[in-house]
């Protein structure tokens, strides 16, 4: 018998199954990525964390910077957790320049800091530090360039220099001289086709390229261009419900009001299951959306009664939601002929802190009154 243990032994040694292989840098960056886009920050935190262990630990200041700035969205007071970042990450961006140094041929690497170099640029400016942030900008470009030159196949690397270009081609007002004085310009055009190679071809940013693009032509008042990336984002990453609120948005923008009221109530079912990013908060949201819709099929007191009731449901963090519920009401109110009704909404709307496109329409229909579509959306 125990000959015959032996044996078994031998035999069920032979049997065993290799313990799986540990993801590459570019499949936990592809896995984070997806949780931070679903709004599972917890999940991709924890996600990233893999990297520490491997040859992408220099790439974990990107990473958490993009945690760090989902989590300020949510914050009253987001300065001390960025604050709090930029401090912890000093050390690690010295060591990731150090090793570009020592790899000047790794067209990974340079791809990889350029990202970090990004995000810290974004954290910087929401802080409002713009020299820091400028020059954060500038080597995130000089990375993305010279992983373009290593690798120019890289679809990842578009994705960096399309973004730079189509920010920096935007920047308006007094922030512009500055701009231009710290930074080469960036053609918007150029832009605009490197962001759809990304997002057609990359390996781990072809998502962050679509929300990029997105954006963009959602600024530019492009509803159709927007919609297929708003449509793709959303079947991707129904956590994230500011996919949703903008793909209502957009079906209704682009004449399609039976698909607008059906975003409309996923949205509702998901805000009545309890999803955890779909809470209370976000009902004066709801509300403005429901008034928007309304006000889109013609059915004024229904958007009017929205409208009043998104407003008083006003909250610190969604601030710009009760000036687009107080401007659309002045909207509804001049379709309606009652103008003096519609200056007491626009004066409300401006009452209102901010200086969104909110205030902005609200100010356009002060000096003339609303006779139909063609506002600009919510941001």
């Not at 159709?224 to 990336?229: G, I, Q, V």
């Not at 793909?247 to 999803?275: C, K, N, S």
Request: glycine content about 8%; charged content about 25%.
């Amino acid at each position: 018998m125990k000959r015959g243990a032996v044996l078994l032994g031998l035999l069920l040694a032979g049997l065993v199954i290799p313990a799986a292989a540990a993801p590459t840098p570019e499949e936990t960056i592809r896995a984070g990525t997806a949780r931070l886009l679903d709004k599972d920050v917890a999940g991709a935190e924890r996600t990233f964390a893999d990297l520490a262990e491997g040859p992408a630990a220099f790439t974990l200041p990107f990473f958490r910077g993009l945690v760090t700035l989902v989590r300020a969205e949510k914050a009253e007071d987001p300065a001390p957790a960025l604050d709090a970042f930029l401090e912890e990450a000093g050390p690690t961006f010295e060591e990731g320049e150090a090793a570009r140094e020592a790899r000047p041929e790794d067209a990974r690497l340079h791809l990889f800091l350029g990202m970090a170099w990004g995000t810290r640029a974004m954290v910087e400016g929401a802080r409002g530090y713009y020299l820091p942030a400028y020059r954060s900008l500038r080597r995130a470009l000089e990375r993305f360039q010279q992983a373009k030159v290593l690798d120019p196949a890289s679809s990842d690397a578009d994705y960096g220099l399309g973004l730079y270009a189509v920010s920096v081609a935007q920047i308006r007002g007094w922030r512009r001289p500055l701009v231009s004085l710290l930074l080469p310009d960036g053609d918007l055009a150029e832009g605009e086709a490197a962001l759809r190679r990304a997002a057609a071809e990359a390996l781990f940013t072809a998502d962050l390229a679509a929300v990029a693009l997105m954006r963009h032509t959602v600024a530019a008042d492009r509803f159709a261009e927007a919609l297929p990336f708003a449509e793709r984002l959303t079947a991707r990453y129904p956590g994230d419900p500011d996919f949703a609120f903008l793909l209502a948005f957009l079906y209704g923008e682009t004449g399609r009001p039976a698909e607008a009221a059906a975003v409309a109530d996923q949205i509702r079912a998901a805000m009545a299951a309890g999803h955890e990013n779909y809470g209370p908060e976000i009902n004066p949201r709801y509300l403005q959306l429901l008034g928007k819709l309304a006000m889109d099929r013609g059915e004024y007191t229904a958007a009017l009664a929205n409208f009043e009731r998104a407003y008083a449901a006003r909250t610190p963090r969604f601030a710009w939601v009760a000036a687009w519920a107080a401007a659309r009401a002045g909207m509804v109110h001049d379709l309606l002929g009652e103008r003096e009704a519609a200056v007491r909404r626009y004066r409300q709307a401006l009452a209102l802190e901010g200086d969104g496109p909110a205030h902005a329409a609200a100010r356009r229909h002060l000096e003339e009154p609303y006779r139909g579509r063609g506002v600009s959306p919510p941001k």
